[in-house]
């Protein structure tokens, strides 16, 4: 059984000066509903006190859900409860149910955070992994079908249920040490999203990055700092798709989803960066895509488990976002990197990067198949053959020639070009075609 710590701590951990108003107030129930200021924001939480979830317990989380979408403010849930009631019998299905309904017609208005500090298994599991962020305690147990009972026999996998096992499938966004440090991190996101669809994201005071942009030295998390107001950076889902960085940050004192991308392109980086990317459209956050990558895995295992459809599901997900897009090339944008990711509003290619239709080398062995065959030393004749195309023809100046991009800037120009290309940007407007919805690979 997982540790917790008790609703009130939590809640007062949660608010600003832990004061809070009461909602709904019902001393026998199992859930604390509540409404105060975190981090200066209006927002609404649930609070979950260990026991089990009656009828009137998910009446209650609907009603907050709902009073959430109405009012237009952020609304966190604080999971930590043994299950339903048995002995209501279908009413605690109802329950779970209609508490899934509100979720789901919640998603993309106002921001839904789930924090899980306890016990958090079945349809509360649900919910929790349909928020839009999911934090979760190391004391936490999050689960679909309970891994602790003779039931799971035969079907048992190790660290099931845990916050270690949540964050390498994807499901925790972030995970922490504990539920006090749960709440700090719930009320720290709730000040970097917006209120809701409608409402601009916070303005905070600028700071200098605590890096420089270094090509010769490439690393991702490197780059994110270089960029990036210094100490703004939250991490979401560090411990799934980890050749991809996706976080929340300010640049020049602005919000922005920051997507950072090293090595290949996995099926796990992937989903990750569409998720990501999702929820920042839904609130209208700027999107900095940092674009270093050797492209998608190419690997039979990889079409197998369906990384051809997660690949289109990305560049479905970028093409159909409607909020503010940046690209930042630094490396390599090849092929259908760049179709995927790169292709945004604005692109920045930073000098000495590639941004080619096919791999240098692969293309000039196609372009000079004949003279590479006349040749003594054709591995070291297409490495030449292949650094002067890439010089000539897929260097920075020449993308923004042919279009590709739409400024070629050397490596501590990148930070200043940026805040002006989100700034240019800050008050594009888009229209989408009428339609119920898109089918992006799902």
């Known amino acids: 059984m997982a540790k917790a710590t008790s609703g009130k701590e939590v809640l007062a951990k949660f608010f600003d000066e832990g004061a809070y108003q009461t909602l709904y107030a019902d001393a026998n129930s199992a859930v604390t509903a509540a409404f105060g200021s975190a981090n200066g924001t209006p927002v609404y939480a649930v609070c979950q006190n260990g026991a089990a979830m009656c009828a009137k317990d998910t009446e209650k989380v609907v009603k907050v859900l709902d009073m959430a979408g109405k009012t237009g403010n952020p609304v966190v849930t604080f999971y930590n409860s043994i299950g339903s009631k048995l002995e209501e019998g279908l009413a605690a299905l109802a329950g779970s149910a209609n508490v899934a309904a509100a979720v ?191 492209g998608f895995v190419a690997s039979s295992s990889e079409e197998e488990a369906g990384g051809l459809r997660e690949a289109a599901r990305l560049t479905g997900t970028y093409a159909d976002a409607t909020t503010a897009k940046v690209a930042v090339v630094t490396g390599s944008a090849v092929g259908t990197a760049y179709t995927a990711l790169a292709n945004a509003d604005l692109t920045i290619a930073v000098e000495g990067c590639t941004i080619s239709a096919l791999d240098p080398k692969a293309a000039v062995t196609v372009l000079y198949k004949d003279e590479l065959e006349k040749g003594n030393n054709i591995a070291g004749d297409t490495q030449k053959l292949a650094a002067k195309y890439a010089a000539e023809v897929c260097s920075a100046s020449s993308a923004v020639e042919a279009g590709l991009a739409d400024f070629a800037v050397d490596a501590a120009s990148v930070r200043a070009t940026l805040v002006g290309a989100l700034d240019m940007l800050s008050t594009k407007r888009t229209q989408r075609m009428p339609k119920k919805h898109g089918n992006m690979s799902l």
């Open 104 to 294: 789901a017609r919640l998603s993309g208005v106002v921001p839904q955070i789930a924090v899980v500090t306890g016990v958090c298994g079945a349809g509360s599991a649900l919910a929790a992994a349909g928020a839009d962020i999911c934090v979760m305690s190391k004391e936490g147990e999050l689960f679909l079908t309970a891994p602790f009972t003779s039931a799971a026999a035969g079907d048992k996998v190790e660290n099931a249920g845990s916050a270690e096992y949540a964050a390498k499938a994807g499901v925790a966004t972030i995970v922490v040490d504990n539920a006090e440090e749960a709440a700090v991190k719930a009320a720290e996101l709730v000040a970097l999203l917006p209120a809701n669809n409608l409402a601009g994201a916070a303005v905070f005071e600028s700071a200098a990055p605590t890096g420089a942009l270094n090509l010769a030295k490439y690393a991702a998390a490197d780059a994110v700092k270089a960029l990036v107001d210094a100490d703004s950076a939250v991490e979401l889902y560090a411990g799934f798709g980890k050749n991809v960085i996706t976080a929340l940050a300010t640049v020049g004192g602005s919000v922005v989803g920051i997507v950072a991308t090293e090595k290949a392109l996995c099926r796990e980086c992937v989903s990750k960066t569409a998720r990501f990317v999702r929820l920042c459209d839904a609130f209208s956050i700027p999107v900095v895509t940092v674009v270093n990558t050797d």
